[in-house]
């Protein structure tokens, strides 16, 4: 973000800016002033409710203050508004992990995944969720596609290679 000087002069030029709004919230956050980020962010979401970063921001301090229903609504309001992404869905893996909701939490990492499948936490996730559980497919379809994601990770591979072998799948 602008400096804090710059970013409340922004909303002094355009004071019915949400996205200034956010920016100075921002440069609020930067500064250590959460109480007047939070007010910033608050006459952001009055200007406009559907603001994805003022809402994407307001979620990540419910989580932090580990308020799951909150966020578990800013989240859905995320992707109904057509904001949906893989930063979204991770914290929607975040939220049912919270909850306990394993399978809540698989069906956000597959959407994590497909929304970006190049990133390996997704992937990493699933297998870790997998093996905790000993569904042995899912462990398979998580270690072959992180394998293509993380190819230095000789531990992927150690794995990949004991479950290959376990099965007997011996071309591959």
């Known amino acids: 973000p602008k400096s804090l000087e710059q970013a409340q002069q922004a909303v002094q030029d355009d004071p019915q800016s949400a996205p200034k709004q956010v920016k100075l919230a921002l440069a609020y956050l930067g500064d250590g002033k959460q109480l007047e980020a939070a007010a910033a962010l608050e006459a952001a979401l009055k ?37 949906d992404g ?58 072959r596609k992180l394998g293509l994601v993380d190819q230095h990770d000789r531990r992927v591979y150690n794995r990949l290679l004991r479950l290959l072998v376990k099965r007997g799948l011996w071309e591959e």
């Open 47 to 83: 200007l406009d409710p559907a603001e994805p970063n003022a809402l994407f921001i307001k979620l990540r301090f419910h989580l932090a203050k580990k308020e799951l229903d909150p966020a578990k609504a800013i989240v859905d309001k995320l992707i109904k508004g057509g904001h």
């Open 86 to 143: 893989y930063a979204v869905r991770m914290k929607a893996a975040d939220i049912a992990e919270a909850k306990d909701d394993k399978a809540g939490m698989k069906e956000q990492l597959f959407a994590a995944h497909r929304l970006d499948p190049s990133q390996a936490e997704p992937l990493q996730a699933l297998y870790d969720l997998a093996h905790k559980q000993g569904i042995e497919d899912d462990e398979l379809f998580a270690l």
